[in-house]
């Protein structure tokens, strides 16, 4: 089994539309990502959290939201989907050594809003 | 944000070695130097990382010259499987540890 797994890997919805991203990792780490992959662009932070109590926003936050329902779960929501939303998403999770620690990212999901 | 910068793309021949360059001039004494890369449809994958000294991994070599302010990621022999886009981050304590991205370099290796 993958470290880090996200579901699902594509998905095309409608404008408007609630959608929900979800990642779990078997890592055992306190530390998850979400990041955004714009075509031809390395990727931006969305929202990070360091335990089940701690949410932190990113670079680019708004229009997203997230919930950490566990160690292992970090999901990221879309409340309205719009088309400029339409992006790579990737989940990663990293453990507590600080700075000294790699990061462990997901396959990603393929987002189409129409 | 702590800065990085890299050539958008590089090309080497197969089984002859890559120097891949990265400039890091506002890198702080508690920065680590990660690489990062990142193979078509997937997501990025762990290279190398290090502080101060050189470091070797099975993957690759990473060279950082004595001021901190540059970079090197050494392939020593590149195959077909390495072409990919490879990124140079900073890891800063005082940013909750997250990585920066920027948009890294595309390597290309010819047959």
């Known amino acids: 089994d993958a470290d880090v797994t996200q579901t699902p890997r594509n998905r095309i919805t409608k404008t408007g539309k609630r959608i929900m991203l979800e990642c779990s990792q078997t890592k055992g780490h306190d530390r998850m990502y979400w990041y955004r992959q714009d075509p031809g662009l390395g990727l931006r932070l969305i929202y990070y959290?360091?335990?089940?109590?701690?949410?932190n926003k990113g670079e680019i936050s708004d229009g997203y939201s997230v919930s950490r329902q566990a160690q292992a779960k970090f999901s990221l929501s879309l409340e309205s989907a719009i088309p400029n939303q339409t992006a790579l998403y990737f989940c990663a999770t990293r453990g507590g050594g600080g700075p000294n620690t790699e990061a462990f990212f997901g396959q990603g999901t393929r987002l189409t809003v129409v | 944000d702590a800065k990085t910068t890299q050539p958008n793309s590089m090309e080497s021949n197969e089984e002859e070695p890559v120097h891949l360059p990265c400039n890091h001039s506002?890198?702080?004494?508690?920065?680590?130097i990660h690489w990062y890369r990142q193979l078509p449809s997937q997501g990025p994958e762990y290279v190398i990382h290090?502080?101060?000294s050189n470091v070797n991994n099975r993957m690759a070599s990473l060279a950082i010259a004595e001021d901190r302010k540059s970079s090197t990621l050494i392939l020593h022999r590149a195959t077909l499987r390495d072409a990919a886009v490879y990124y140079c981050?900073?890891?800063?304590?005082?940013?909750?540890?997250?990585?920066?991205f920027g948009t890294g370099t595309s390597l290309t290796v010819i047959p």
């Open positions: 981050i900073l890891s800063t304590p005082n940013t909750g540890n997250q990585f920066y």
């Open positions: 959290s360091f335990d089940v109590k701690d949410i």
């Open positions: 506002t890198i702080s004494g508690t920065d680590y």
């Open positions: 290090g502080l101060t």
